[in-house]
């Protein structure tokens, strides 16, 4: 199971490199909109109406790919002050339940968000002609890509493989994005 799980790790490694890249080319694109903007109302005395919604859009991408690299490197929100007063033992069982609730949650972002998007799917966003279901596609492909890393996290601690936790420096497995070890010390 070891070997599995050390095979998917590169998987979801290029999933995550590519999702923070993503997430990074989304705050330089919003960005250049912003400033597009701002040059054309107050240089050329015009507008352009489909900045602000595009700009939003281009938002929400960044925030929940880089959101779902966040918990793939153990920077989500975790049971941190408890931690300090229980045993090593106990340790990572709190980290279990700290996953489990993080994709129980981005269950619902996805639940939700298709729900959001076919309720959505027959309205047009004015400023930009498309579908209002657009809208809610970064909330699902971000809520899918957390429960897939929060799963990778989980069945990792269980072959007794180590995660990846805020705060730790050490890179055992080479390069940008890789798993971590911490919680078994």
Same mark, same amino acid.
Request: aromatic share 12%; net charge positive; charged share 15%.
């Given at each position: ?6 095979? #998917?790790?590169?998987?979801? /490694? ?27 109302? !107050?240089?050329l /005395? ?20 880089? #959101? ?6 153990? !920077?989500?929100? #975790?049971?941190?002050?408890?931690? !300090? ?8 069982v ?6 489990? $609730? ?7 972002? $996805?639940? !939700?968000g ?8 027959? /309205? ?19 809520g ?8 990778? &996290?989980?069945? &990792? &601690?269980? #072959?007794?493989l ?10 055992? /497995?080479?390069?940008?994005g ?8």
């Amino acid at each position: 199971m070891q070997r599995f799980l050390m095979r #998917a790790a590169q998987i979801t /490694n290029l999933i995550g490199q590519t999702a923070l890249w993503l997430a990074g080319a989304g705050v330089v694109f919003m960005t250049i909109i912003i400033f597009l903007q701002v040059f054309v109302r !107050y240089v050329l /005395n015009s507008s352009l109406p489909w900045t602000e919604p595009g700009a939003v859009m281009v938002m929400g991408w960044f925030i929940f790919l880089g #959101a779902a690299v966040g918990v793939r490197e153990g !920077y989500h929100l #975790a049971f941190d002050v408890v931690l !300090y007063f229980i045993p090593d033992r106990l340790k990572l069982v709190f980290f279990s339940i700290s996953d489990l $609730v993080v994709m129980a949650f981005a269950g619902g972002m $996805v639940w !939700y968000g298709i729900k959001l998007a076919v309720k959505t799917a027959g /309205n047009k966003l004015p400023s930009l002609g498309i579908s209002g279901a657009f809208d809610f596609a970064p909330l699902v492909v971000g809520g899918a890509l957390i429960i897939l890393f929060s799963l990778e &996290r989980l069945l &990792r &601690r269980a #072959a007794g493989l180590p995660t990846a936790r805020f705060g730790t420096d050490d890179d055992p /497995n080479g390069g940008p994005g890789a798993l971590r070890p911490v919680e078994a010390r």
